[in-house]
Structure formats: structure tokens, C-alpha cells
């Protein structure tokens, strides 16, 4: 059975894309036949993998029109892994889709198409509750929510978790597969409050594994590698290896 799993939080900068980056490089790691999706008009996640250069057709076309199957491209260096990719232009299909028939459904159709070739989907969504990430809240059946320990991205996990509260109506099966720590610093106080706080109201929900503030994370997407490919990054890449696992354990 294929997973499908939305890493998604409006708030920006939570590290939602080297999360979908990297977890997805770990599972493949792991012999997990991977696919990713950029559902973000920044295009991010398909530069982070090295796919920018080679992109003719975007997941936009694909939303737009049902007849055009997601555009897949096997990412370099690591055959179990391919990407649907994004460019700006999903921008402009995001505003076009508010007048479609199906507009939420247009994206979990897709996928029920190719579904059977990977054991994982995960979807990068952008820093909003709109369309997009409605599209991937619809289309998954576990979201993953990647957060700062600070206070201020407390309210980031409330205003998601309504959103998550009325995808429901369409997609009943959604659960919440965790809360994932990222760009963790336990030299600062405050960090190690919300920390605390976190698993002290969401208990188990939170992930084990936490991903510390690491520059190296940040070099390797912006060469278009994962930290598995990239030098210097062995403890970020242990880090998502066991983030891999228990994702691999909680499904």
C-alpha cells in the first residue's frame, strides 16, 4: 500500500522542504521506491534536488488538465527516488484552479495513477492554507508537521490543525503521522521550553527524532544534493535516517 504523506505548516521557514528533501533520500535509502512533489510556486523543493535544470512540464499542467499525467523525473544519483516538479508558473494554476470543478480532488486523482510504482508520496506544500495545500491535505492519508521550537510558531500548528480538521470532510482517512522538531537548538532557553511544552501537549504525536540546527542541511539543498550526497553532512544525514525509520515504524 502506497503512504502518502503532506509535509505541510503555513507558517514559512519551518523546514518543510529539506524535511520532504531529505526524508524522502533516507526512505530511498532504506529501499523505498520514493516519490516527491513540489506543490510550491518557489519551486524549492525541485532545486533542492537537482532537478531544476531538467524541467519541460510542470505538476501545474497536471492540475490544470486531467488528461496530463504527472510530469516524473528520476532524480540524479539516486534511482529510487523521482520528482514531480514546480515552477512559478503553479502560481498562476493555483488562481486558475478556483474556478475548476474538483479543484481539491485534482491532485489525489493524479497520484491514484501512479501510486502503485512507489511505496511513499511526499508532498512539499507551500507556506499557505490555500488551494495547494488543500490539494495535498486532500490527496494524502499521514501529514507530517515540520516546526521551529519557537512560541511564535505555536499558532502555525493551531490554524493547521483546522485546516486539517476540514479536509476530513473530503478526505476522511487523513491522520497527523507526527510533529517533527526542525532547525532544533537546545542552547537556547526558549527553545528547549517549547520543546518541552510540545510534547507535553501532544504527547507521542511528536517525533523522537529532532533535527538540529545544521549548516550543512542548508549547503547540500542549495548544491541540489541531500545530505547523502553531500560532504560534510554524515550527521544530518544520521539524523534523517532515523527519522526515516520511524516514519517507516509508524505507518
Given at each position: 500500500?502506497?503512504?502518502?504523506?503532506?509535509?505541510?505548516?503555513?507558517?514559512?521557514?519551518?523546514?518543510?522542504?529539506?524535511?520532504?528533501?531529505?526524508?524522502?533520500?533516507?526512505?530511498?535509502?532504506?529501499?523505498?521506491?520514493?516519490?516527491?512533489?513540489?506543490?510550491?510556486?518557489?519551486?524549492?523543493?525541485?532545486?533542492?534536488?537537482?532537478?531544476?535544470?531538467?524541467?519541460?512540464?510542470t505538476?501545474?499542467?497536471?492540475?490544470?488538465?486531467?488528461?496530463?499525467?504527472?510530469?516524473?523525473?528520476?532524480?540524479?544519483m539516486?534511482?529510487?527516488?523521482?520528482?514531480?516538479?514546480?515552477?512559478i508558473?503553479?502560481?498562476?494554476?493555483?488562481?486558475?484552479?478556483?474556478?475548476?470543478?474538483?479543484?481539491?480532488?485534482r491532485?489525489?486523482?493524479?497520484?491514484?495513477?501512479?501510486?502503485?510504482?512507489?511505496?511513499?508520496?511526499?508532498?512539499?506544500?507551500?507556506?499557505?492554507?490555500?488551494?495547494?495545500?488543500?490539494?495535498?491535505?486532500?490527496?494524502?492519508?499521514?501529514?507530517?508537521?515540520?516546526?521551529?521550537?519557537?512560541?511564535?510558531?505555536?499558532?502555525?500548528?493551531?490554524?493547521?490543525?483546522?485546516?486539517?480538521?476540514?479536509?476530513?470532510?473530503?478526505?476522511?482517512?487523513?491522520?497527523?503521522?507526527?510533529?517533527?522538531?526542525?532547525?532544533?537548538?537546545?542552547?537556547l532557553?526558549?527553545?528547549?521550553?517549547?520543546?518541552?511544552?510540545?510534547?507535553?501537549?501532544?504527547?507521542?504525536?511528536?517525533?523522537?527524532?529532532?533535527?538540529?540546527?545544521?549548516?550543512?542541511?542548508?549547503?547540500?539543498?542549495?548544491?541540489?544534493?541531500?545530505?547523502?550526497?553531500?560532504?560534510?553532512?554524515?550527521?544530518?544525514?544520521?539524523?534523517?535516517?532515523?527519522?526515516?525509520?520511524?516514519?517507516?515504524?509508524?505507518?
Amino acid at each position: 500500500m502506497t503512504i502518502v504523506i503532506a509535509v505541510a505548516n503555513q507558517k514559512g521557514g519551518v523546514g518543510k522542504t529539506t524535511t520532504t528533501a531529505n526524508l524522502g533520500a533516507s526512505l530511498a535509502e532504506l529501499g523505498q521506491q520514493v516519490l516527491l512533489i513540489d506543490l510550491d510556486p518557489q519551486g524549492n523543493l525541485t532545486a533542492a534536488v537537482g532537478a531544476d535544470r531538467r524541467v519541460k512540464a510542470t505538476v501545474a499542467q497536471s492540475l490544470l488538465d486531467r488528461d496530463f499525467g504527472l510530469p516524473i523525473i528520476p532524480v540524479d544519483m539516486l534511482s529510487a527516488m523521482s520528482i514531480v516538479p514546480a515552477s512559478i508558473e503553479l502560481a498562476v494554476a493555483e488562481d486558475a484552479l478556483g474556478t475548476k470543478l474538483g479543484r481539491e480532488l485534482r491532485l489525489r486523482d493524479q497520484i491514484l495513477r501512479v501510486a502503485d510504482r512507489f511505496d511513499f508520496v511526499l508532498i512539499d506544500t507551500p507556506p499557505s492554507l490555500g488551494v495547494l495545500t488543500i490539494n495535498a491535505l486532500v490527496a494524502a492519508t499521514r501529514v507530517i508537521v515540520p516546526t521551529e521550537a519557537r512560541f511564535f510558531s505555536l499558532q502555525g500548528l493551531q490554524m493547521l490543525e483546522d485546516r486539517i480538521a476540514e479536509a476530513l470532510y473530503l478526505n476522511p482517512a487523513l491522520k497527523v503521522l507526527g510533529i517533527l522538531l526542525s532547525k532544533f537548538d537546545r542552547r537556547l532557553k526558549e527553545e528547549k521550553q517549547v520543546s518541552s511544552y510540545l510534547r507535553e501537549r501532544w504527547g507521542d504525536l511528536v517525533f523522537r527524532t529532532e533535527i538540529g540546527t545544521n549548516s550543512k542541511i542548508l549547503e547540500a539543498g542549495s548544491a541540489g544534493a541531500s545530505v547523502f550526497r553531500y560532504s560534510g553532512a554524515e550527521k544530518a544525514a544520521g539524523c534523517y535516517l532515523e527519522l526515516a525509520r520511524e516514519v517507516i515504524d509508524r505507518v
